[in-house]
């Protein structure tokens, strides 16, 4: 296609007549052959263009674009109607899944088709264009494709190489789709990090602000339902890695809800102030402030991907532009319906509301820098775009609950990185490539803004009961094996007393509580699959618990101070002073809260006191 792109080509060209000039006579003898009669054509590159010219007049340029074939009357149309002159081809590619027919392009000898009557170096002249409107239909917008339900299979395709038939056999596995509803699970698990982090337990590296290992298997054990991935299942090669446990400590850090203390998080006040306030407007602030944080770029998370920190640092973009293309996209997309990714990214390529992760992808690269650099290919947005905004979707949208996902492991899901030289061998580009389709859930409606308030949904209840739940605060599962993330979260709440029986019993709920899991969850779990109302006894029982949670606060950290003896400690405490910022402990000690600490130090010099560091 060589043949009609033009170096420092100008932004627009006036006439036909102009664009004409720029082509050599043998360029301008075939077009006028595509145009004309092919009888007596002139030789002198002035009659060649007001042949040309001649033959594009009146209704003569109308009877040329019906010659057209429909692929390359929908690239006149797209200029003809768009916002320029000059054709977007990677734009054009995305929406029609193809690109229009130029002629054949070779280097000594290229034979142009039509197109080439109507775009001169990728630009469409402004004459041509004007004219154009007055017949082309404008083209059906691009739009995503809905849908009601998905399948519950998917199949991953393979090709050998078959010695005995010397040809290519081609096979199919079909691998199951999970689909994940993430709404309660992420009110669950903001709720039970910000416990955690309130109880100092929750370290993290005061370079990089990410939990380490000891953090991420604590973190797994806490998450409703754990992690998308059980890592378990593979070897040390095929681990797929945490993706929830290593998102929640930086949401709450750029959700201003937790800061960095030492290496232990702890909680600000606006993090306290939300362990009471709607967990739905927490998570929408988190949301908010995620898109301009500079706590992590996403494309770290794609390992594979090389150079980051060294040359290649420097070309990466901003990646609040990045993450705000991805944000308005999702709010083009209608709540409640489910979206394929490949379509997400298909309209935004076609609608023009793209991204760029680098303007240098030569400096990255996969396994080797030289031949596996990202510039070599030129295929760099299904490595980079696409990585980064599975890497936003599923590890942030998701974790948050924005985003109910249906996904396959990420085990050869998208084989689009294999032609990259030395990365044949990697089992997945990025523990993301197993995302396969996302639908926007009531809470996310409510933060991208497509609802004014959060209006949650009931649970499911299960058509084909599998627990029975007993007067007696047994549960039994019955029928169909339980989902393993069911499982999980029973054993979160009660005692295991058999294989297929569970108990809930003071003890453990009380420590699931301090844990920071929540009674309602259990309640909406058991009646989903049971299929009917709790017992009596069991309503009573979780009611009790409930109240009990419930009569006592943690609402902040304090410092114990030891005076001499009593008489010091009743002056201090009730001293007008001092008395503001601290309260009596016993006969001989004061407690004082960590943020008042400065002011009782200020308080207690006044009154003749200090107190050493």
Known sequence: MAYYIIQNEPQSIPTLVDALQSW??????????????????PTRKADLIEYIRRYTEGERLQT???RLDPVQQAAV???VHGPDARFNAGRFEAKYGQSPNWGENRFYNSNPSLLGVFFHGGIMPDDLRRRCRSFVPKPEPARLSLQEEIPGEWA?????W??????????????????????????HDLKAVLRLIDAGKLAVSDKTHQPGAAALRTLSGLLLGGDFYDDSEYDQYDKIGPIKPFAWPLLVQAGGLAALSGKTLQLSKTGQKALGEPVEKTIAQIWRRWQ????????RRIDCIKGQNGKGKRGLTAVAGRRAAIHQALQHCPPGRWI??????????????????TRDPWNLYICEPGYGNLGENHHDWKILQARYALCLLFEYAATLGLLDVAYIPPHDARLDYRDNWGADDLPFLSRYDGLLYFRINPLGAYCLGLADRYQPVAPEVSATPVLRVLPNLEIVAIGASLEPADAMLLDGYASKTSDAVWKLDQARLLEALEEGHDIAVLAELLVSLSGQPLPETVERFLEDMTRRARSLTTTGTARLVECADAVLATLIANDSRTKPFCLLAGER?????????????GALRKLGYSLPK
């Not at 078959?162 to 992420?186: L, M, S």
């Not at 301009?292 to 494309?299: A, F, V």
Request: glycine content about 4%.
């Open 77 to 79: 149309a797209e200029v």
């Open 589 to 601: 000690h004061l407690a004082v809260a960590i943020e008042s600490e400065a002011r009782f130090r």
């Open 340 to 357: 394929a990714v490949n379509d997400l990214f298909r309209q935004m390529r076609a609608t023009g509301a793209d991204f760029e992760v």
């Open 24 to 41: 050599t006579v043998d360029i301008l003898k075939k077009l006028a052959a595509l145009v004309g009669d092919g009888k007596n054509l």
């Open 292 to 299: 301009k944080t500079t706590l992590i770029d996403e494309l």
């Open 64 to 66: 040329l674009w019906s």
């Open 162 to 187: 078959d010695q005995e038939t010397r040809q290519q056999k081609v096979y199919q596995n079909r691998v199951p789709i999970v689909r994940c509803p993430t709404e309660r699970g992420a009110m």
């Open 156 to 160: 991953l395709t393979y090709k050998e």
